[in-house]
Nanobody
Framework: QVQLVESGGGLVQAGDSLRLSCAASGRTLSNYAMGWFRQAPGKEREIVSAINWSGGSTYYATSVKGRFTISRDNAKNTVYLQMNSLKPEDTAVYYC?????????????????WGQGTQVTVSS
């Protein structure tokens, strides 16, 4: 079992930055691909970014490309999402997820473990 805990969300203004962290316990994250998803009210959960087990491959949704950066520190069992130039449309609950695979994951069904989520609210 892997337990994931997100932190770093909050209320910010458009143009501001936030860094989300996802700390894992129970198993080492080095064997897992990781992803950040988000879900806004009334919308489906969508992939924001993903990273493979080593950190050598990453994926970004078109809506966040160039503004968000995913990274991982396997020694600290932690994954990060640096979010810059935030927009009101980035407002959502952000979830960290782990997949028992080495390559990238893109859809929720590929992920085996989920955190409880952290709220990000961007005001205009």
């Amino acid at each position: 079992q892997v337990q994931l805990v997100e932190s770093g969300g909050g209320l910010v203004q458009a143009g501001d930055s936030l860094r989300l962290s996802c700390a894992a316990s129970g198993r080492t994250l080095s064997n897992y691909a990781m992803g950040w998803f988000r879900q806004a009210p009334g919308k489906e959960r969508e992939i924001v970014s993903a990273i493979n087990w080593s950190g050598g491959s990453t994926y970004y949704a078109t809506s966040v490309k160039g503004r968000f950066t995913i990274s991982r520190d396997n020694a600290k069992n932690t994954v990060y999402l640096q979010m810059n130039s935030l927009k009101p449309e980035d407002t959502a609950v952000y979830y960290c997820a782990a997949a028992r695979k080495s390559g990238l994951g893109y859809v929720p069904d590929e992920f085996d473990y989920w955190g409880q989520g952290t709220q990000v609210t961007v005001s205009s």
